[in-house]
């Protein structure tokens, strides 16, 4: 193992842990009671603590390449299991789709032959193809790989969200209000965050409110009470 990493966790074991002694002993104690669940890429650098500066605790963090969520019906696996915890054990009010400039993954799914020798992650990425399809038919045919990429990593955050919908836990949250849905896109290069606000990626300021993709908002399709029944 990288000698770094053996560093830092002697640095934290002998020079942070001791002044952070009663907040470990705390969340044990009381448990967790995170925030939000974040639903990031596992790319190395792009890390929701660090950008949101949140302590431990304060987030539940899913994190898998291309910052995807299988649609409930699809697959029962650890971003499944992750998002219905988060929602039903621990009642997070928001949830986040998190995507980010330079992603790999979306490069693989632009570069299909790329993934010729990682049949798993061609497959895990067929969760990212109606984002693909979209810049491929409503984007402009002359777009440069550069700019294809970055519309390609945001319009995946968006199906991620439709994706998020899918889910029991999700939707029943939602419809009681419980629950708001973000979709966010973190700038390496600028530390900028943008956040969608339900038709386009809008950046984020430091004084300003923060978008929402999907508010919270009690509804019932049957209104306050049951349909009439029609007569036999």
Not at 27 to 33: E, K, N, P, S, T
Not at 46 to 61: D, K, M, N, R
Not at 190 to 208: E, R
Not at 221 to 226: N, T
Request: aromatic letters at 6%; hydrophobic letters at 45%; glycine letters at 10%.
């Amino acid at each position: 193992m990288d000698s770094s990493i053996i560093q830092g966790i002697s640095t934290f074991r002998g020079s942070v842990f001791p002044g952070q002694r009663q907040m470990y002993r705390r969340l044990v104690r009381d448990g967790q009671q995170p925030k939000a669940l974040i639903i990031a890429c596992a790319d190395s650098r792009v890390s929701p603590e660090h950008i949101t500066q949140a302590g431990p605790g304060e987030l539940f963090v899913c994190r898998n390449a291309g910052n995807i969520v299988p649609p409930f019906s699809q697959m029962n696996g650890g971003v499944s299991s992750a998002i219905e915890y988060a929602v039903v054990a621990l009642g997070v009010r928001d949830i986040v789709v998190c995507g980010h400039s330079d992603c790999g993954a979306m490069k693989g799914l632009m570069q299909p032959g790329a993934l010729d020798a990682m049949p798993n992650v061609a497959a895990w990425l067929r969760h990212s193809h109606a984002a693909d399809r979209i810049v491929c038919e409503a984007y402009p045919a002359d777009l440069g790989p550069t700019e294809r990429l970055r519309a390609l990593a945001l319009e995946n955050v968006v199906a991620q969200l439709a994706h998020l919908r899918t889910h029991p836990s999700v939707a029943a949250a939602l419809a009681k209000g419980q629950l708001a849905l973000h979709g966010w896109f973190f700038e390496i290069e600028t530390g900028a965050l943008l956040a969608y606000d339900g038709s386009a990626f809008v950046t984020l300021a430091d004084d300003g409110v923060l978008p929402v993709a999907h508010a919270p908002a009690p509804r019932r399709a049957a209104g306050d009470g049951m349909p009439p029944v029609a007569a036999a």
